[in-house]
């Protein structure tokens, strides 16, 4: 938001009549905004509907400098943008709105919107933003689980211990330390592969603990395996086109997963 701005927390956006920019040009940030947004402040999607105006954008750029520009109150940005940047420097310049990550009622509410997303203090990007609580969408690498265990086991390890040597090649290659990944597995929902496993606990950095919350999501992943490769069975037999446009599809689909819990951070 704009720094002279007189709201001072996102539950202040529940007192209605503030403007909140919603870029229509992404999917994830609708949600975000019109969804989860409302879930973490305890107001229901119809209830914003009703008491936030939400001013369309078009594009990120628009969408972020909608705030410095007096289109609207508040917007959805990453702090290592370099929109951003841009905009510490407009008059006034810019805040951030916290995320309480005490705010456990407020948390699983977003995630219901906003699953993998999880709880944390920004520590990158423009000034302004770093040491509030907010926030971090995961980028992740993934292997399929029929990988070799001795290849998962080697590619972990040369991550780790060659970490000083390419850090500086990139900004974000920084985050690919072993205490940033180990931050990330205690709210991680996803299974962690075998030779991922083998690499942490060999250097003692995976617990007990991780086994139970690990095997659970295995436990959980299977189960979406087997009924997603069921509903496609069906389809094929039935001769309807698989295709996430496709209705018909999908209610096959969901017809054989109903009931699964979906996966989302653990808070």
């Not at 503030?18 to 229509?24: A, D, E, L």
């Not at 690919?176 to 030779?195: K, Q, T, W, Y």
């Not at 999501?217 to 069921?230: G, P, T, V």
Request: hydrophobic letters at 40%.
């Amino acid at each position: 938001m704009a720094g002279d701005s007189e709201l001072q927390s996102l539950e202040d956006i529940g007192k209605g009549g503030v403007r909140v920019t919603s870029g229509v040009f992404s999917p994830a940030i609708v949600s975000a905004i019109t969804q989860a947004l409302p879930a973490f402040i305890g107001m229901t999607p119809e209830e914003a509907q009703e008491k936030i105006e939400f001013v369309p954008a078009s594009s990120y750029g628009e969408n972020c400098r909608s705030v410095v520009e007096g289109k609207s109150d508040v917007a959805y940005c990453s702090p290592i943008s370099s929109v951003l940047s841009e905009m510490e420097g407009a008059p006034g310049g810019i805040r951030w709105l916290p995320m309480d990550p005490a705010n456990t009622e407020g948390w699983d509410g977003y995630l219901s919107y906003r699953p993998m997303t999880i709880p944390s203090t920004i520590s990158m990007g423009v000034s302004t933003a770093k040491g509030v609580e907010s926030m971090t969408s995961n980028f992740v690498y993934a292997v399929p689980v029929t990988a070799e265990e001795d290849f998962v086991y080697n590619m972990a390890k040369w991550m780790n211990e060659s970490h000083d040597n390419y850090k500086g090649s990139h900004a974000l290659a920084t985050r690919m330390s072993l205490e940033h990944f180990r931050n990330f597995l205690d709210a991680n929902p996803i299974p962690v592969h075998e030779g991922t496993v083998k690499y942490l606990r060999e250097i003692g950095a995976w617990t007990e603990e991780d086994d139970a919350w690990n095997n659970e999501a295995i436990e959980k992943m299977d189960a979406w395996i087997a009924a997603r490769n069921a509903g496609m069975k069906e389809a094929m037999e039935q001769g309807v086109e698989m295709n996430f446009e496709n209705q018909e599809y999908l209610d096959i689909l969901a017809k054989h997963t109903d009931g699964l819990e979906p996966f989302r951070s653990r808070l």
